[in-house]
């Protein structure tokens, strides 16, 4: 028997009748503004090209490795979802298939963020009634399909559609940027910058690095198998992204961990590590050595610099092996902070000029890290709950466990980290929602004003993640 999709007008807002009632005042004033989403992970192409998305499942099953990694967790195999694999092996390619698989496990998405994100795509986005099942498969299929051939679902269109300002991409040091060329070409006013994520090219422990190192002289010119050519070269590249309309760089290191050598010690860490495969212990030394060398040319150059560590990329060696990086199985560890940033930090931390945006998976670090040095250290913010945490329950801890202490002007607002472009708008209204049920608590606890609590909500909405990332 099928069920009724509906979205309730009061989700997330909390179950007192008083403090709902001063929520929806306060969603009523931001629900509408502008989108800005300045990190994430989309395609660029799709807005150089803006050609219709392929099918349903391609759109939003294939690359997502928030439903594909759940779908594994209960044994289902990756190549019958689609899942490209590395040695080109046969995989399963009828997208109807692959959506009823989806479909016939929807129930597994129970409670979880993705359930959300989905059945707000559905409903909001393709105008269904209906709870996905097995049942009404069929039906998601053709109503989604047949929407994806019109115009109105081009990429482009939905941009629009979405009511985004700005949306950033994330792009390797030694892309090209030729989508983001076409896109400043076309004449189209949607803003699509990139931002500039170096690990390729700072991480010993990247795949093909010594060859990236290569690739970055012949774009440059430089001679990167020296200290000095090397850092010009990334100063090069980093001018050339500024030239694309970036205003961020993006750092995806293990730990926080940084480090800052005299110049010697830095040339022959960097000989080292360019000449030969690097030790852990090297590898480690050497991002650290990078992370205060980012925050130097940061300085310089006016680039936000994010960093987003704390996770275990590729936990699982037989996904990795077979499907390549970052299929669904990162996982979280225990990130240090503390120790970890301070050679940045008595360098850079009271400099003005720096903006540096924390991210973390360890949420035990909240308070007693992150929040105390972002409440003291003029270049710290504090980015919102990411990835793992990007829920409803994420973000109300997030704003718990570090209000008190950094404040709510010590953090940038909400930015999406998506792939998943039709989850945008979804991801955030969550996080308005939530914010307006936070500050609602806070003045029927009669601990802030309301007038006090609209103004927060169009900061947290809006105002801090423009002047964060200096949009």
């Known amino acids: 028997m099928t069920q009724p999709l509906r979205l309730n007008p009061d989700r997330l807002f909390p179950a007192d009748a008083d403090t709902r009632a001063v929520a929806r005042r306060l ?16 395609d660029p192409s799709w807005f150089a090209g803006n050609e219709n998305f392929a099918n349903p499942a391609e759109l939003l099953i294939t690359p997502d490795h928030y439903v594909f990694r759940m779908l594994h967790s209960q044994g289902m195999a990756m190549e019958d979802l689609g899942v490209p694999r590395a040695d080109g092996g046969p995989v399963e390619t009828d997208p109807r298939t692959i959506w009823r698989r989806f479909a016939e496990n929807y129930h597994l998405f129970r409670g979880t963020p993705s359930r959300m994100w989905h059945d ?56 090209t940027l030729e989508h983001h060329k076409v896109i400043k070409a076309s004449g189209w006013k949607g803003r699509v910058l990139t931002a500039y994520r170096p690990d390729p090219v700072l991480d010993p422990d990247y795949e093909g690095f010594r060859d990236n190192l290569k690739v970055l002289a012949e774009q440059t010119g430089r001679d990167t198998q020296s200290w000095e050519g090397y850092l010009r070269a990334l100063r090069d590249r980093r001018a050339f992204f500024i030239e694309m309309g970036a205003t961020s760089t993006d750092h995806g290191h293990p730990t926080a961990f ?32 990078m992370l205060t060398e980012m925050a130097a040319m940061s300085v310089e150059d006016g680039l936000v610099m994010q960093l987003h560590p704390g996770s275990f990329r590729n936990h699982s ?30 360098r ?124």
């Not at 004033?29 to 989108?35: D, H, R």
């Not at 049942?135 to 679902?153: G, R, S």
């Open 258 to 289: 940084t480090a800052d050598l005299s110049k010697g010690e830095a040339e022959a860490l960097f000989k080292r590590v360019s000449t030969a495969p690097a030790s852990a212990a090297d590898a480690e030394l050497f991002r650290g050595q």
């Open 27 to 42: 969603y009523a004033e931001v629900k509408g503004l502008p989108i800005i989403s300045p990190h994430g992970h989309t």
């Open 348 to 471: 850079f931390g009271s400099d003005t000029r720096l903006t540096l945006i924390l991210f973390t998976l360890d949420e035990t670090s909240y308070s007693r890290e992150l929040a105390p040095l972002a409440g003291h250290y003029p270049a710290l913010k504090l980015g919102p709950s990411w990835w793992f945490h990007d829920s409803p329950e994420g973000m109300r801890r997030f704003r718990e466990q570090v209000t008190e202490t950094a404040g709510f002007y010590n953090t940038v607002g909400f930015n999406d980290d998506t792939r998943a472009f039709l989850s945008i708008p979804a991801r955030h209204d969550v996080a308005r929602r939530m914010d307006c049920g936070y500050l609602a608590k806070l003045v029927v606890e009669h601990r802030m004003e309301e007038d006090e609590a609209h103004e927060l909500a169009h900061a947290l909405t809006y105002g801090l993640v423009k002047a964060a990332y200096k949009l």
């Open 120 to 175: 707000w795509v559905y409903a909001e986005a393709f105008g269904i009634d209906v709870r996905l099942s097995a049942e009404t498969a069929d039906h998601y299929y053709d109503v989604i399909d047949a929407a994806l051939k019109t115009d109105a679902f081009k990429p482009r269109a939905l941009f629009d559609r979405f009511n985004i300002e700005v949306l950033t991409t994330t792009e390797s040091p030694l892309d």
């Open 317 to 346: 060696a037989t996904v990795f092996n077979r499907f390549g990086r970052d299929k669904g199985c990162d996982i979280p560890t225990q990130t240090d902070y503390v120790r970890a940033l301070k050679p940045l930090l008595d």
